[in-house]
């Protein structure tokens, strides 16, 4: 429970509760959780894995179990904005994911590209850019010698008071001076969730892309 606790890292902490909320963010902003663990193991109503109340810009990474009987993530009384989750599975149908009016919350993924040549080996310098279903630039990077960008983060969605506005499809580009530039137009976030080895394949007159 973190109550007017503002700008705290927690790494692998697990809250467990047979109450209403396993990890409970009230009046605090600016904190970081790794490796969460949140479970609810009470029996009836309001039980739920993490809720946030006038709790902003949270980082949520990594994940290990965010879960409760009656929903995962409760937004409740004052509206909290800006908390990310990066690479956390939880539920969403239903209320298990409870976002109220004039709240929002962000679901993100890792991304990270792979570019080689036609004899596949890894190619150095190439520039990957992905722009979401709105036209908005959200990744902009470099292939590194092993022809892999840095890992990075890409959106899902962002839902706003219960409104999930979904970020796929998104184009993706990979392009190299003295290449054709490969693109992935119905790149689908949703479909792969994390990818650390989306391929790209370059050949100056013919090329190929696929998802692994």
Do not use: M
């Not at 993100?108 to 792979?114: F, G, P, T, V």
């Not at 630039?137 to 839902?159: C, H, P, R, W």
Request: charged share 10%.
């Amino acid at each position: 429970y973190l109550l007017t606790s503002s700008n705290n890292t927690l790494t692998s902490n697990t809250g467990t509760s047979n109450s209403s909320y396993a990890v409970y963010l009230y009046d605090s902003n600016n904190n970081k959780l790794y490796n969460q663990t949140a479970i609810n193991y009470l029996t009836g109503t309001n039980s739920y894995g993490i809720a946030f109340r006038n709790a902003n810009n949270t980082i949520i990474q990594d994940c290990i179990n965010i879960s409760g009987r009656n929903g995962d993530v409760l937004y409740i009384a004052s509206p909290s904005t800006n908390n990310t989750f990066i690479n956390c599975s939880y539920r969403i149908t239903g209320t298990n994911e409870t976002v109220l009016a004039r709240g929002n919350l962000i679901r993100k993924w890792y991304y990270r590209a792979n570019v080689t040549d036609n004899s596949s080996n890894p190619v150095a310098n190439a520039n990957i850019l992905a722009w979401n279903v709105s036209g908005g630039l959200e990744i902009n990077q470099t292939t590194a010698g092993n022809g892999f960008t840095s890992i990075t983060t890409i959106t899902e969605y962002v839902n706003t008071g219960g409104t999930r506005v979904y970020y796929s499809n998104y184009t993706i580009n990979a392009s190299k001076t003295g290449y054709e530039t490969v693109t992935n137009a119905s790149y689908n976030v949703t479909t792969y969730t994390n990818n650390l080895n989306h391929k790209f394949k370059f050949s100056t007159t013919n090329v190929s892309q696929t998802d692994t």
